[in-house]
């Protein structure tokens, strides 16, 4: 199945090229807020399986392309993010930033990205007012868990995975705290659906690419990552609960590079979905911590 949030906080899942609206299951109002609706389905999904044909049959339709498709998730409990997760990538940064450097999930491990730097998949990239600085797109597949957990085994990781998404990490290069440099409000764009794991390419061979105005940038397979998604699940869990609806973003691979106001951006990830993001100028998120250490290598740059 293929779930949507859509039309300011309404659930639904795709149907050929339809989404249906799945109100009757929704356990809020699309209005209220925080907007845990997606969350909570997924976190009752056990429950709500047996109910969804009839909910699917009798829901109402509306062509997904006249759909106003949000971020599917749009109130998580944390988004866990692995910076250096594909070797190519990681040798691509020792060579940008400078560093002789060890500095790789397998021994760093992750951080965490604001929540509210979610974005919809009709929405633009809006890039901050900061001079002198690159904006980098980062081409992710984001793993979204069901069954919360803690300490989850590597054998039991999968069974904790709800489904998957197209994601992008985007970030300003530099030296400040990481998740500063990718939590501006759209800075995670996240969509078009959430793909259930049934449907979806087996975890260790999901392929993705990623390309600026039609050239591409980035491509690669999860076959290739440093850490994988079951010890990904594992590492996350030895430090902290996982909820139904967290969302992992799993890395970037080789190929990041800047984005400029009016470039398109498109991510496609087999089985999974694909998104095109406008990128636009906005008139606000400046500040002069910025201006203290632009281009100065020596920190954390993924
Ligand atoms: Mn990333």
């Keep these: ?4 949030t859509f039309d300011a906080g309404k659930i639904g899942a795709v149907v050929g090229a339809d989404v249906v609206d799945l109100s009757s299951l929704a356990p809020t109002a699309p209005e ?20 969804l044909p009839e909910a699917i049959e009798r829901g109402a339709r509306k062509l997904v392309s006249a759909c106003d498709l949000q971020a599917p998730i749009l109130w998580p ?14 040798e691509e940064m020792k ?13 760093q491990g992750f951080f965490l990205k604001a929540n509210s730097s979610l974005n919809g998949p009709s929405d633009p990239i809006v890039l901050p007012k900061v001079q002198g600085r690159e904006v980098h797109h980062e081409c992710e597949l984001a793993v979204i868990i069901g069954a919360g957990g803690r300490d989850i085994s590597r054998d039991a990781a999968m069974d904790h995975v709800f489904g998957y998404s197209c ?20 800075f995670c764009p996240m969509g078009p659906w959430i793909v259930t794991k049934d449907e979806a390419p087996a975890e260790n061979d999901i392929q993705m690419s990623l390309s600026v105005n039609g050239v591409e940038k980035q491509r690669a397979n999860t076959r290739n990552l440093i850490v994988d998604i079951p010890e990904m699940i594992k590492m996350a869990s030895s430090v902290m609960t996982l909820y139904p609806g967290d969302i992992i973003a799993t890395g970037t691979p080789a190929g990041v590079g800047p984005i400029a106001s ?7 990830i087999a089985g999974v979905g694909a998104m095109e993001l406008d990128v ?16 100065q290598p020596g920190g954390p740059a993924t």
């Design 1 to 4: 199945m293929k779930f949507v």
């Design 32 to 51: 209220e807020f925080p907007p845990t609706a997606m969350v909570r389905f997924i976190a009752d999904y056990a429950k709500n399986l047996p109910r």
């Design 77 to 90: 409990n944390k988004i866990v993010a692995y910076p250096a997760n594909y070797h190519a990538h990681f």
């Design 95 to 107: 060579v940008k930033t400078g560093l002789i450097s060890t500095y790789k999930a397998d021994g």
């Design 167 to 186: 994601l992008l990490d985007i970030v300003i290069r530099g030296k400040e705290e990481r998740v500063m440099r990718k939590s501006f409000d759209s």
């Design 262 to 268: 009016g470039d398109k951006i498109r991510i496609e």
């Design 280 to 295: 636009v100028q906005g008139a606000g998120g400046g500040h002069e911590v910025w201006n203290k250490s632009a281009d």
